[in-house]
């Protein structure tokens, strides 16, 4: 994991911006609609790795109404929470595991390593629109490290 436990300014404005989205009212189905919202935009056929994503026609915004949708998108969101807090709590192997034990379940869901950086650009777009003019400059760039880590 390349974000050392003394990198304490990324782990810091990390965890202070995911403060601010965990105060947006039922922060994980919105910040997890959108987040999907935006890999969509980037990837329309990636809705397809879901098994409730072949009901829909690609593009349709129904899919974000439906309930295993929207359960999926906050158990999403709810990682990144907790990777957030394993952040915070500076437990890097925990993290690490984590993260690669999330990995190799995906695995058998098609995700592939190209997937990888459609997720992350789409975690930054969802953060910029969360975030808003908080979304500075800095603040994305310890985002775009955090991302690519993950």
Known sequence: ??????????????VETWGEIQKIPEYEEVA?????????KVEPAAQ????FGQEFDIGSEKIFEDRRFIAHAKTVIGMVT??????????????????????ARHVSYDVVPEHYPIVGEALITTL??????????????QWLHVADVI
């Open 32 to 40: 997890g609609v959108l987040l999907f919202k935006n890999i969509f």
């Open 1 to 14: 994991l390349r974000i050392k436990e003394s990198n304490f300014e990324t782990m810091a404005l990390v």
């Open 48 to 51: 397809n790795i879901f098994s």
């Open 82 to 103: 907790a990777a957030i807090g394993l952040l915070e709590k500076g437990e890097m192997e925990k993290l690490i595991n984590v993260l690669r034990d999330l990995g």
């Open 128 to 141: 910029a629109a969360a975030l808003g003019d908080s979304f500075t400059a800095e603040v994305k760039k």
